[in-house]
């Protein structure tokens, strides 16, 4: 009986986002997610199974056949087609694009696959063996393969390096015979010192294993596991994937990319050995299919890795965690533009598992959906871990108003507070972190005499003196430049400099305590491969007793010799303007507190602000999340913000100005036409206009947006659709792109 197969052809184009049959040849087994080769027009294409049939209502005659099967196994578990086919409809995109992510992005176009090394064994023993051995008397290297061969099978590459050319002289003499076999690059070295033991449970972590582990038996459940930092939620998920395994399925736990350090992997991997995969960006493509290869073919059971590993392919999952759920890097900024989380509670209901959203300081969406009076299909259970492990304290917190620092004359960007309790940690032996959150040395330079301001010539930016290099930098294009000695506006001399920004922390620290070593973390320091780590690593030696940083430092980082934590300007992160500027501040701060007095010594904290009765400032010191969280959701109801409302806008960039503005004005006047057509629509739509984007040039392209703010109702998911449709419409000399509640609107 002739099959047919139905394809989705690996193009991700909205004209052929739809199921092509094609005939199953003679001979040919093939089963829905298997990955295809099919003649497609004139050329060829990869294609994904989607279903299998026995009849077709086409004429048989215009069927064309598959030409190839491109792996023996499905690529994609019947699950994760049904994920696709859900993401298709949540996020806008066509099924391939959905697909795609199923599978190592370098399987497609076969530009990896399996490593296989030639393994050569013995086709003769005994006598026969003897006689060879004689034939070949004149011939040592040879006999030495022989007797190596002897012992058992060997890799050819090894024959080859004791005697070069003598395997395959062997094998043509009938001898010996060479076979692929696979091997597995393994991105870790073995373990040293075996598996690590578990810790004690501290009494809030027991109940949280066994209210989430009771879900995990029963059918599934949703938390939120609020802990605040150094409570040890780590260890919680542990026991939770313990438990899973135990009861024979798997777990998925995605982790922030920065946090994915060597250190965090081979902590890991001691716990749960060859279980274990891990997936992140530094593996090598053939690293990376392999890891996958272990976790399709049940090998690995636990995988831990960022964003993209919420698409591993396991198939019964007991548990997905999503630890520091409150980053934005969970929102997937490209096509298809999805929200891990929801993936994660997707996949975790399929699986009847338990779902586990674990922050100190989580976002105000989540925490919400934690509240009394959420419907139950989106409620999730609050589980709170409020003191650290083994009864550390909490940070002791100190505002200093850097206004007072001026009044009495210090002009430093060091508070005396902040100085003497550098002087006392240095002496104690102790290390600090100091914490600023922006790179370079002065953010802006300008004119006394007449203000002006050196800006970047491509984008609508002030530039950044960066010392290193003696530099302006735009941190926008990458754009340098030589400072001006004169003012290219009004000749005068007198250019300074403005704002602080990491560079300047680490030299007045140099100049202030020249005794102690600094290091300095930040986009700047850590563009190499691995640079990252060996400075963390470095710090954690103690090779250094002070680390300057931006936010890298203030994520998940645990150094337990850090007793001071200086946060040098408090307020920077507060006036962006962005409606979740607050949120951020608060969390950056609560994060980077975080990381003073992990172990047995106490930690302090000196928060330098200009703004010190801030809400967000007033609270992070406190850090108290719940008084936080009351407050920020009363100024986002009032000021109608996300998640009482979504963000949403059309960005149209050109290289000329005239053609954004006019490419944006077209689109606000189809989506007034829209808007008139559904009234229902129109009502919950708060504010819809097209204006210039607040950053108006960037890469020396012109920037217009058609913005709009709508009621978080149902309709919202329906106008975004029609979004989708206007973002396809095609403008001479102008792009347009669609950015739903998008991590940044500049
Ligand atoms: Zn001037
Ligand atoms: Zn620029």
Known sequence: MTE???????????????????????????????????????????????????????????IRPVLRVLEDYPAVLPELIELAQWMKKRYHCNLVDGL?????????????????????????????????MAANARAPKRQEVLRLLAEGPKPVPFLNSVAPGAAKKLAEMGLIGITESGVRRTPYAALEGGLAPDPELMPAQKAAVERIGAALENGGGRFLLHGVTGSGKTEVYIRVIRQALASGRGAIILVPEISLT?????????????????????????????????????????????????????????????????????????????????????????????LILGSATPSIA????????????????LIEMNERVKGRALPEVQVVDMRDELVRGNKSIFSAALMSAMQETLDAGRQAILFINRRGYSTFVSCRAC??????????????????????????????????????????R???????????????????????????????????????????????????QVLVGTQMIAKGLDFPNVTLVGVVAADLSLHVPDYRSVERTFQLITQVAGRAGRAEYPGK??????????????????????????????????????????????????????????????????????????????????????????????????????????????????????????????????????????????
């Open 4 to 62: 047919y197969a139905e394809v989705i052809v690996d193009l991700s184009s909205e004209q052929v986002d739809r199921l092509f049959t094609y005939r199953v040849p003679e001979g040919m087994r093939l089963t829905p997610g298997q990955r295809v080769e099919v003649p497609f027009r004139t050329k060829s294409l990869e294609g994904f199974v989607i279903d299998i049939r026995d009849k077709t209502e086409l004429d048989e005659k215009v």
């Open 451 to 492: 203000g002006y301001v050196e800006r970047c010539n491509q984008c609508d930016v002030s530039m950044t003196y960066h010392q290193a290099d003696g530099m302006l930098h735009c941190h926008y294009c990458g754009d340098m430049r030589l400072p001006p000695k004169l003012c290219p506006q009004c000749g005068s």
């Open 262 to 354: 060597p250190q965090m992997v081979d902590w890991f991997r001691r716990r749960f050995g060859g279980d274990a995969a891990v997936l992140h960006s530094r593996l090598s493509a053939g690293e990376r299919f392999d890891e996958w290869r272990r976790i399709r073919s049940g090998e690995a059971k636990v995988v831990i890795g960022a964003r993209s590993a919420v698409f591993a392919p396991l198939e019964r999952i007991g548990v997905v965690i999503v630890d520091e759920e409150h980053e934005s890097s969970y929102i997937s900024d490209k096509r298809p533009r999805y929200d891990a989380r929801e993936v994660a509670r997707w996949r975790a209901d399929r699986h009847g598992a338990a």
């Open 605 to 746: 904290v000196i928060l330098q602000t200009y703004d010190p009765e801030h809400y967000g400032i007033e609270l992070a010191a406190k850090q108290d999340y719940r008084a936080f969280y009351f407050k920020e959701v009363t100024m986002r109801r009032r000021g109608l913000y996300p998640p009482f409302t979504v963000l949403a806008r059309l960005l149209v960039s050109s290289k000329s100005e005239e053609t954004a503005r006019a490419a944006a004005l077209d689109l606000e006047a189809r989506f007034n036409e829209l808007l008139d057509s559904r009234p229902d629509w129109r009502r919950d739509v708060v504010q819809m206009r097209a204006l210039e984007a607040p950053l108006k040039t960037l890469r020396g392209e012109a920037r217009w947006q058609v913005f709009i703010k709508m009621y978080a109702r149902p309709s919202a998911d329906e106008v975004i659709s029609q979004m989708e449709a206007l973002e396809r419409l095609e403008f001479e000399g102008a792009r347009v792109e669609l950015e739903v509640n998008p991590n940044a609107m500049l």
């Open 494 to 544: 007198f250019i300074k400099y403005f704002g602080t920004g990491t560079q300047k922390v680490e030299e007045e620290v140099r100049s202030l305590f020249p005794q102690a070593k600094t290091l300095r973390m930040d986009v700047d320091t850590t563009g190499a491969k691995d640079a990252h780590e060996t400075i963390l690593s470095a710090f954690r030696r103690g090779e250094a």
């Open 366 to 381: 989540t925490y919400m959906r934690a509240m009394p009076g959420v419907k139950p299909v989106n409620r999730l259970e």
């Open 100 to 132: 795609r992510q199923m599978i190592p992005a370098q399987m497609r176009g076969g530009r990896v696959r399996e490593k296989t090394v030639d393994m050569a064994a013995l086709l003769v023993k005994g006598e026969a063996l003897e006689a060879a």
